[in-house]
């Protein structure tokens, strides 16, 4: 009887440890193969910049135990919808949360959604300042611009609140 408690106490013990281990590689993972389902039109991997599937954790867990309520937020470029046709291809940020009991894996939260940005291509991406915001800084149209060559630098600070995103500050 005593090895079968001890059997479940590792056990017990070995899953909250994996638990707890997820991390910002982990959530990039998740969201691509998020992506690869819901989306066209992925850049191929030799295509692909260093950004694409960057993920970068805005809030801690509750707890060391187990992460519960930590979220990342991942940045992926495609065109999610597979609506297909020019400029299609779009910036996107995804949520993954930490968000069911503690043996539960992190989950792509779909009901986040980043408001509408002037934003065509992201030169960087990284946590903000206060927890839950991220700092996007990219390029969208000048007035001059030709499609698929914007020029025009645009920097914006996101915060990921309890129903959604907003645009807390923008810059240029």
């Not at 135990?65 to 979220?71: E, H, K, L, V």
């Not at 009991?101 to 991406?125: C, H, N, Q, W």
């Not at 800084?137 to 499609?147: H, K, N, S, V």
């Amino acid at each position: 009887m005593k090895f079968i408690e001890g059997v479940v106490l590792a056990t017990a013990a070995t899953v909250s440890i994996n638990a707890y281990a997820f991390d910002e590689a982990d959530a990039s993972r998740l969201v691509q193969r998020f992506s690869e389902i819901v989306a066209c039109q992925l850049p191929a991997p030799d295509e692909s910049t260093s950004l694409q599937y960057k993920a970068v954790q805005v809030r801690q867990g509750m707890d060391q135990a187990d992460g519960f309520g930590a979220q990342y937020i991942v940045y992926w470029e495609g065109d999610d919808g597979c609506y297909g046709g020019n400029g299609t291809q779009r910036p996107n940020f995804t949520v993954v949360e930490r968000s069911g009991f503690g043996s539960a894996d992190p989950v792509v939260k779909t009901e986040y959604t980043i408001p509408e940005l002037d934003l065509v291509r992201v030169t960087d991406f990284y946590a903000g300042k206060s927890e839950g915001s991220v700092h996007i800084e990219g390029l969208a149209y000048g007035p001059d611009d030709r499609q698929h060559d914007p020029s025009q630098p645009v920097e914006y600070v996101v915060e990921l609140g309890f129903s959604g995103f907003k645009a807390v500050s923008k810059g240029n």
